[in-house]
C-alpha cells in the first residue's frame, strides 16, 4: 500500500495553508516529495483530539482516484442538440457544465437575478425584511446554495464521482482542502464568485442562461413536452427539459399538476433553529474549560435521538454562523443558517427537527400530493403573525420552548430582520412540539449546559426537504408520464443538499445522453 498515517494536534493541521509541504517538512522520512492528501478528519471522542490525515504517494491509485478527473468540455457543433434547463441553482447549474462534456447545448431558465444582483436584494431582506419573492435566499443563480454555508459532505456517494465534483469546485475557486477534508465546507463569503466563474464556464462552452425568466406553464402533448410558457408570454419550443427547480418553487409543482403529472407526497423533517453562543460548543466538543485553542477550527455537532420511533435531530449545523431569513413569500417566516468561510462569527446555530409524515398531518388525505407541502406552508404563515411581521421571527429562549413557557426576556439573536418573543412551542401541533421538546431534553442529558442562558430558538426550520417527489422512471430517470422531461435534484426528492443535488444532476444528463444519442 502507498498510504501514509499522519496523527497532528489540531492547531498544526488547520493553521498551515500547504499541508502537504508542511508533511514533508516535519516527517521527511516518511513523506515522499511526491505526497497526495486523502482524507483530515478530526476525532474529538478522546480526552485529547486529534486529526488524522491519510496521504499517499502521488501517482499511485489511491493519489489518482482521490484527484478526480479533470473537467473536459467538448466543442459543441451548429446542431448540437438543447437540453432546456429550468432553474440555475446547483443542479441545473452543474447539469448545464456536464452537458458541455457530453455534447449538449444547455439552455437555463432562471426565475431569480443574477448573483450580483441577488445579493443586493438578500441585504435589504436581512436589513429591512423586505422580500424580493423572485429573488431572495431561495430563488436567483445559485439557487439556495449561494448563500449557505456550502456543505459539501454527502453520503450519497454511489450516485457519482465525488472526487471529480470535488476538483471541479476547485478549479471554480473552492479551497483545495475540500478535496481531503472529512466535511468539507466552501463558505458563504467565497460562493458567490464560485457560482459566478461557472456561469462563465456555461457560456463560454456554449450554453445560454437567461435570469428574470419564470418558467410558468408545460405544453404537454401525449408523453412528450413541446414547448415552456414564461410568465411574460414567450412560448419556448423544445426538446428536452430537465427540472432542478429546488425544494422551495412550490408554483412548480401547481404547474406540474395542470400538465397532468403525477407528484406524491414525501415525508420531510421540520421544526425550529437552535443557536449558542461558539464558545459553549467548542468548550463541550473539545473537553477544553480554556476555551478554543489558537488554530482550532469551530467545533460542530451532529445530535440524533429517537422519540415515541421517529427520529429528532439536528441538521445543518452552522460553526461560527448567523440565522438568515429563507422565507420566498411575504405572508411566511423561514429561518436558516449560514457560516463565512473561517467559521469565525460569535455564535453557532443549527437546525433542530423532526420526522413528518402524513399520518402526523390532522385530516390530511393519503392520495393528495401536496397535503405536507399546505401543512409546510400554514406553520411558516403561522410563524408570520407570530413574530408579527417584516420578516421577524418567533423565538424563545431554549429552555422555555422545551418546558413550554413564555421568555419574559430573550436572549440576543444573530436573526436579522429580527425576533420577537413568542410561545414558539406552540408553532406546531403538540404531538410534534413533544418530539422536539423531549428529544432535547434527551439530548441535554449527554450536554447539561444545552438549557443554559445565552440558548435562543427560533423558527421554524421547515425547508429542510421537499414535501412533494416528481416521480421519474429508475433507469432513465424521466418521468414516467414524459419520456423528455427529467425531474432533477432537491426540488423533485432526490438530493438533500448541494452535493447530492450535483451528482444526482450530472447522472441525469448521463442518463439522457443514453436516451437520446448525440448526433
Not at 443574477?114 to 419573492?133: H, K, Y
Not at 456554449?206 to 410558468?216: E, L, P, S, T, W
Not at 460542530?300 to 452552522?318: K, L, N
Amino acid at each position: 500500500m502507498a498510504t501514509h498515517r499522519f496523527e497532528l494536534d489540531p492547531a498544526e493541521a488547520y493553521a498551515v495553508a500547504d499541508l502537504e509541504g508542511f508533511l514533508r517538512n516535519r516527517y521527511p522520512d516518511s513523506a515522499p516529495a511526491g505526497l497526495t492528501i486523502l482524507r483530515r478528519s478530526l476525532d474529538a471522542r478522546g480526552s485529547r483530539p486529534l486529526v488524522s490525515v491519510l496521504a499517499a504517494d502521488a501517482g499511485s491509485p489511491e493519489a489518482v482516484s482521490a484527484r478526480g478527473k479533470p473537467f473536459e468540455p467538448v466543442q459543441l457543433p451548429e446542431n448540437a442538440p438543447v437540453l432546456n434547463i429550468i432553474g440555475a441553482g446547483p443542479a441545473g447549474l452543474f447539469a448545464a457544465l456536464r452537458c458541455l462534456e457530453r455534447g449538449w447545448r444547455p439552455v437555463v431558465w432562471e426565475r431569480g437575478q443574477a448573483v450580483r444582483e441577488r445579493r443586493r436584494e438578500v441585504a435589504l431582506l436581512s436589513r429591512e425584511g423586505r422580500l424580493n419573492p423572485e429573488s431572495n435566499y431561495c430563488y436567483g443563480e445559485g439557487g439556495a446554495g449561494t448563500f449557505s454555508d456550502g456543505k459539501l459532505y454527502t453520503r450519497a456517494t454511489k450516485r457519482g464521482d465525488v472526487a471529480t465534483v470535488l476538483r471541479l469546485l476547485v478549479d471554480l475557486g473552492a479551497p483545495v482542502q475540500i478535496m481531503y477534508d472529512a466535511h468539507p465546507h466552501i463558505g458563504t463569503n467565497k460562493l458567490p464568485a464560485l457560482i459566478e466563474k461557472a456561469r462563465q464556464t456555461v457560456l463560454e462552452g456554449g450554453g445560454c442562461i437567461h435570469f428574470n425568466k419564470r418558467v410558468v406553464g408545460l405544453e404537454r402533448v401525449k408523453t412528450k413536452i413541446r414547448a415552456l410558457e414564461l410568465q411574460n408570454g414567450e412560448r419556448i419550443p423544445v426538446e428536452t427539459v430537465m427540472l432542478c427547480t429546488g425544494h422551495s418553487a412550490r408554483d412548480v409543482f401547481d404547474m406540474l399538476l395542470r400538465a397532468g403529472l403525477e407528484l406524491q407526497a414525501k415525508p420531510l423533517a421540520m421544526g425550529v433553529r437552535i443557536e449558542h453562543p461558539q464558545d459553549w460548543i467548542n468548550r463541550w466538543r473539545y473537553r477544553r474549560e480554556g476555551g478554543l485553542t489558537e488554530g482550532w477550527p469551530a467545533a460542530s455537532y451532529a445530535v440524533v435521538e429517537q422519540v415515541d420511533g421517529r427520529g429528532v435531530y439536528s441538521f445543518c449545523m452552522c460553526p461560527g454562523g448567523i440565522m438568515a431569513p429563507c422565507s420566498t413569500s411575504v405572508d411566511q417566516v423561514v429561518t436558516n443558517g449560514w457560516s463565512p468561510s473561517k467559521r469565525n462569527n460569535r455564535t453557532a446555530n443549527a437546525g433542530w427537527v423532526t420526522e413528518i409524515h402524513l399520518a402526523d398531518i390532522p385530516k390530511a388525505r393519503s392520495d393528495d400530493p401536496l397535503a405536507l407541502l399546505r401543512f409546510q406552508e400554514q406553520i411558516e404563515r403561522n410563524a408570520l403573525t407570530m413574530g408579527g411581521g417584516h420578516q421577524w421571527a418567533p423565538a424563545q429562549n431554549l429552555r422555555d420552548f422545551v418546558f413550554g413557557r413564555p421568555s419574559a426576556l430573550l436572549e440576543p439573536c444573530s436573526y436579522r430582520p429580527g425576533t420577537k418573543a413568542s410561545e414558539l412551542h406552540r408553532l406546531y401541533p403538540p404531538a410534534i412540539q413533544a418530539r422536539l421538546a423531549n428529544g432535547l431534553k434527551q439530548w441535554a442529558k449527554k450536554w447539561p449546559r444545552l438549557f443554559d442562558e445565552g440558548a435562543v430558538v427560533a423558527g421554524p426550520e421547515s425547508r429542510t426537504s421537499s414535501p412533494v417527489r416528481v416521480p421519474r422512471v429508475p433507469v432513465g430517470l424521466h418521468h414516467p408520464d414524459c419520456t423528455n422531461l427529467y425531474p432533477v435534484g432537491e426540488g423533485a426528492g432526490y438530493a438533500g443538499g448541494i452535493m447530492s443535488a450535483i451528482l444526482d444532476a450530472r447522472r441525469s444528463v448521463d442518463a439522457l445522453s443514453v436516451q437520446y444519442p448525440n448526433p
